[in-house]
């Protein structure tokens, strides 16, 4: 994960993400990612419609994302054609690694806890606000005051990055010793039971993937959208710790077989749909 990876992540696909940046974040993930091409914004419309997102919201939605810098927009003639920018493949390298390396159960927790502490000044709203969001996303939950946890090794630097906080922040790598109990760390750091209740409704949806879009270009952007959106705020609690009946590792099964049964035909419709240049034509331009 980059350093800018973990501030671009928790603010742009946070659980206040608009479901239209969050559906074309995918689309630009698994069509757009590490190919060197920009698409044409008619194409997206095209694709976005399938997904029932209307032609208005997508336009807005893509003018607010260059306007943060997560895309490139470049004219050719009478089309329009966006690519992906630093800030933008750093957000989808991370969901990469969510959806696809990290997992949803974690199996091989070595008994570390990270844990971080800050006060800050009360006018100081927007970095404290900034600062909750990145945590979250990074897998903290909060202990106590302003203390916060997350099991394993963080690297916490990324999380501070243009907060101007560090004399206000302290962090801390431990391991509980008795009398303390990890599962009474785990009931008053995180709601389980809502962590377990996004995944039951992840199952429930997708049961019947045909209910949820007309074809599979579509159906394949739902769903991948749909589970990084359950898993962004889980924090990957040690198995051992979490109910013998954990939704989570059904929940990623039914993911995993349902994307590899779409995927290629999703990469087929998208390859005879999407009008693109390479990125170094765009910068010709």
């Known amino acids: 994960m980059t350093d800018l990876a ?4 928790a603010e742009e696909l946070g659980a206040d993400a608009p479901r239209p940046q969050t559906l074309l974040l995918t689309f630009f993930g698994g069509h757009i990612l590490d190919r060197g091409i920009h ?3 008619s194409s997206v419309l095209d694709v976005l419609e399938r997904a029932g997102i209307s032609e208005h919201a997508t336009r807005s939605t893509l003018s607010r994302m260059a306007r943060r810098g997560l895309l490139h927009r470049v004219r050719r003639g009478r089309h329009v054609y966006v690519g992906l920018t630093d800030r933008s493949r750093a957000i989808l390298h991370d969901g990469e ?3 696809w390396r990290a997992g949803a159960v974690n199996r091989q927790w070595d ?3 990270t844990l971080l502490g800050f006060s800050m000044p009360e006018s100081w709203q927007r970095q404290r606000h900034a600062l909750r969001s990145r945590l979250l996303w990074a897998g903290f939950g909060s202990l106590q005051g302003g203390l916060w946890i997350a099991p394993g090794h963080v690297d916490t630097v990324p999380l501070l990055d243009g907060l101007d906080a560090h004399g206000h922040v302290r ?3 431990a391991r509980t010793l008795p009398p303390t109990e990890v ?3 785990v009931r008053e750091a995180w709601d389980t039971d809502r962590l377990a209740e996004h995944y039951r409704a992840f199952l429930s949806r997708w049961q019947d993937p045909e209910a949820q879009a007309p074809d599979r270009l579509a159906r394949d952007l739902l769903l991948e959208s749909d ?3 359950t898993i962004r705020t889980d924090p990957r609690l040690p198995r051992e710790h979490l109910p013998g009946d954990w939704p989570a590792e059904s929940a990623q099964e039914l993911f995993y077989a349902l994307s590899a049964e779409l995927k290629p035909a999703a990469r087929a419709i998208a390859a005879g749909l999407l009008d693109t240049i390479t990125d170094k034509q ?3 331009h």
């Open 6 to 9: 973990i501030p671009a992540a």
């Open 39 to 41: 698409v044409a914004t």
């Open 97 to 99: 690694q969510r959806i």
């Open 111 to 113: 008994g570390t806890w």
């Open 171 to 173: 962090v801390f790598q």
């Open 183 to 185: 599962a009474e760390i």
């Open 227 to 229: 589970w990084l959106q």
């Open 282 to 284: 765009a910068d010709e």
